[in-house]
């Protein structure tokens, strides 16, 4: 594992936490040869399953933004969850942009975010990989072990770190239960919660319930200047929102 993940993690991890992301990892590797079609993203630089683990050091990751999937193709797909490889941008990232600037002033037009994941925000999905002959609720299921593990040791650090939840099924998982907010606010742990900032049923615009609790619509959420509010007050740098210029 050790050119997969950065050393920060590996060294965060059990010996049983560790050994269940090589398992996975092993098997994906072993369905690579077994069939005919790629299962995403493939394994090359700047790029594979656990690319967001290589790229964002555990000790210094200060902002979580929850993913669904890779996309379905390997010239976009690159393991950093809303990010596409080529630079492109896709409605839910344009919409993600038009936040951006009208929250921050910030136009980005580069829908790579690797200079998101270098300040230490971890662009994690909830499937870390895709194959089209799996439906998305298998995919869930095969990571939901492994996402757990990454999430739960980002919880437990006892250091500052910004969530933000976009859409239902983020909002929706159990380690994020809205009745624990209050409690994980107590620990330096703050939950942005939002609809998704999808196109889908004008998504980006809608309100939605999380348990009994009403969140806002993505669009007008703030949730950038929030996030680097709340950095600041903990003596954290802010996370600089732009795409195009960092090296």
Avoid at 43 to 56: P, T
Avoid at 107 to 129: E, I, M, P
Wanted: charged share 30%; glycine share 6%; net charge positive.
């Amino acid at each position: 594992m050790e050119n997969i993940i950065a050393k920060s993690w590996l060294e965060a991890l059990n010996k049983d936490e560790a050994q269940i992301l090589k398992e996975k990892w092993d098997e994906i590797q072993k369905r690579r040869q077994a069939i005919d079609d790629e299962i995403l993203p493939l394994e090359e630089e700047n790029s594979g399953i656990y690319n967001a683990l290589k790229l964002s050091e555990f000790d210094k990751i200060k902002v979580l933004i929850i993913g669904q999937d890779p996309y379905p193709n390997k010239e976009d797909a690159h393991g950093l969850a809303f990010s596409k490889k080529t630079g492109g941008v896709p409605a839910s990232l344009k919409n993600i942009f038009k936040e951006i600037e009208a929250n921050t002033g910030i136009k980005n037009t580069n829908g790579n975010l690797l200079n998101w994941a270098k300040q230490g925000v971890l662009l994690l999905n909830r499937a870390l990989s895709f194959e089209k002959t799996l439906t998305l609720t298998k995919r869930l299921r095969f990571w939901e072990d492994v996402v757990n593990i990454i999430i739960q040791k980002l919880l437990n650090r006892k250091k500052p770190l910004v969530v933000m939840l976009w859409g239902g099924p983020a909002n929706t998982m159990e380690i994020f239960n809205i009745e624990k907010d209050e409690e994980y606010k107590k620990n330096g742990i703050y939950i942005l919660r939002s609809s998704h900032p999808s196109n889908m049923g004008n998504a980006k615009n809608t309100r939605i319930m999380v348990q009994n609790k009403e969140a806002d619509a993505f669009m007008g959420c703030k949730h950038f200047s929030k996030c680097n509010e709340i950095l600041k007050e903990a003596g954290i740098t802010p996370v600089d929102w732009r795409t195009e210029i960092l090296n």
